[in-house]
């Protein structure tokens, strides 16, 4: 049995009437407080999923069959996704914040044999014609079907068997499926226990529901807040802070993009969640501002924790606010994400932008390079794509290893610091331009809110530019240009950086609201310089005339 189905057996049996999810509910007349959630307990989740793969086997959907599952994070979603795993089948998970037109496009790389959805979904399905040779599945028609059969046994399970196909955002290229095998969940679930000192009877607010599906495998509580998931950014705080109070979260899950529209409202108000515990933010780097505000409506010894890793490999590393705001003031090379997680070895390679067969030989620590990993969490292949399999997959003595895509560097505490995407190195011909440690040295400027390098022009010859989002009240000019260049200046890595574009708001990741993108910042960039190539630029210093007698 997985890690996950063994965590949520485990807790039917010894907690059966303990709530596994408190979820909202929707009410007429606009219910309150406990009132406005609906609770799903530990033997009820195991039952009903329990009915669902029964049901899964009866119609032939079961032992090995793909099945796309697009639901919203309620009780169906729970009960599909633990039903899927006992049945044997292989859930097929993709974001529907990714559009309409990719997700057409990864079911259809997907070819999912099942379509299990919302009414909504269906519908969609029909229109868009997607995935049109999958049976249409509906949850509750299943959970009927299997609680009239009189015998059903899950499906033995093997190590080696695709368990789940899990679709990257795709911010940073074309969404690709990972293919998760049972043990790769089993090794997530107990290397999130022990980062995250996880026990049976902790409460676990989620606000993004793939990580939500861990809560019943690890014993927890699960509460969803009154929120659309699809833009976390956009939360309503009091929704959140009003959940977490009302059941006494002690760990919480948010995306930096929700935790700062939380935290501000928190620092504004004075509200504190003396219970939280532990607060996990993910999918981009956590600004220190942000850290500082959540830290702020915590009891003494609570933290933040910012886990670092992707769909292919989570967790690699983490580090929690009370090391991370103990580091020297930035500007810094990068952003510290911590130490490696429990059975995660971590190596810094040479950049090469092309497929490796093995791993090679280590940079010195303290150089920049590409970061690989290998351990249990690490998964193997993608769904249909042999070429981006051997782009990102390689041997490390033996072990498989994953090409996280992504710059960093290791301290001599070994600790890792991540530097940016490979793919968004600046190179001007001369010299090579990492992100981060170059927009560290913009973003200690007061009017600056968010700072990103981008290339324009020739990939071996590209002009460096310097996007920046002001802080509200800020205005861009001529003066402010020319501090952001004294700034660069004053180091040798961003001294080739003479040209600021100021842009209202970044465009930002999909699923977390938080990681820029960095491709649509250069396709503007590029744009915005060939309708005014001198923009961004200050102006010449004035000649100043002869004065002869």
Avoid at 372 to 400: I, N, Q
Wanted: aromatic letters at 6%; a positive charge.
């Amino acid at each position: 049995m997985t890690g996950i189905l063994a965590g949520l057996a485990e807790a039917a049996r010894d907690r059966p009437h303990v709530a596994a999810t408190l979820l909202p509910v929707r009410s007429p007349l606009g219910a309150r407080g406990a009132a406005g959630f609906r609770a799903m307990t530990f033997r009820q989740l195991d039952r009903r999923s329990d009915a669902l793969a029964a049901g899964l086997d009866a119609v032939g959907a079961g032992g090995g069959a793909r099945v796309a599952l697009l639901l919203p994070p309620g009780e169906e979603f729970f009960v599909a996704s633990f039903g899927l795993l006992k049945a044997g089948a292989v859930p097929v998970l993709i974001d529907p914040g990714i559009g309409v037109a990719r997700l057409g496009r990864c079911l259809a790389e997907a070819e999912p044999s099942a379509f299990l959805g919302s009414p909504r979904a269906h519908l969609a399905r029909a229109v868009l014609r997607w995935a049109p040779a999958a049976r249409r599945l509906v949850v509750r028609r299943l959970e009927r079907l299997g609680r009239s059969r009189r015998a059903w046994r899950a499906a033995p399970r093997r190590d080696g068997e695709t368990a789940a196909i899990l679709y990257t955002s795709g911010s940073t290229g074309p969404p690709k499926g990972v293919e998760y095998r049972h043990p790769h969940f089993a090794a997530q679930v107990e290397s999130l226990r022990a980062l995250y000192d996880l026990r049976a009877g902790d409460v676990s607010l989620a606000t993004f529901p793939p990580f939500a599906l861990f809560g019943p495998a690890l014993g927890l509580t699960t509460v969803v807040p009154r929120m659309d998931p699809t833009r976390p950014a956009a939360v309503d705080p009091r929704a959140v802070l009003e959940a977490a109070a009302l059941f006494d979260a002690t760990v919480m899950f948010g995306s930096p993009a929700l935790l700062d529209t939380v935290g501000r409202y928190a620092a504004a108000t004075g509200a504190r969640l003396p219970a939280l515990r532990t607060v996990v933010s993910a999918g981009a780097p956590v600004p220190e501002p942000v850290i500082r505000d959540v830290v702020g409506m915590l009891a003494d010894a609570g933290r933040v924790a910012t886990p670092y890793g992707a769909t292919e490999a989570l967790p690699v590393s983490s580090i929690g606010s009370d090391e991370l705001l103990a580091l020297p003031p930035r500007p810094r090379r990068g952003v510290c994400v911590g130490r490696p997680a429990p059975g995660v070895d971590i190596r810094i390679a040479p950049v090469e932008d092309r497929p490796w067969t093995v791993v090679p030989d280590p940079l010195p620590d303290g150089e920049i390079g590409e970061i690989v990993v290998r351990g249990d969490v690490v998964t193997e292949a993608y769904r249909g794509r042999p070429e981006a399999t051997a782009l990102a997959k390689a041997d490390w003595d033996g072990r498989r290893a994953h090409r996280m895509g992504d710059l960093g560097w290791l301290d001599d505490r070994g600790r890792l610091w991540f530097c940016g995407r490979v793919a968004h190195r600046v190179l001007t011909g001369d010299e090579i331009l990492y992100p981060l440690p170059c927009e560290e040295v913009f973003a200690v400027h007061p009017a600056v809110a968010r700072a990103a390098l981008v290339g324009v022009g020739p990939r071996r010859a590209q002009r460096p530019v310097l996007c920046v989002e002001l802080q509200d009240g800020a205005r861009p000019g001529p003066a402010l240009t020319g501090e952001l260049l004294a700034l660069g200046g004053a180091h040798p890595h961003t001294r080739p950086i003479q040209t600021v574009l100021y842009h209202p708001r970044f465009p930002v990741d999909i699923r977390h609201n938080a990681k820029v993108g960095y491709e649509a910042l250069a396709g503007w960039a590029a744009r915005t310089l060939d309708a005014s190539p001198h923009a961004g630029q200050p102006p010449a210093p004035r000649r100043r005339a002869d004065r002869r007698p």
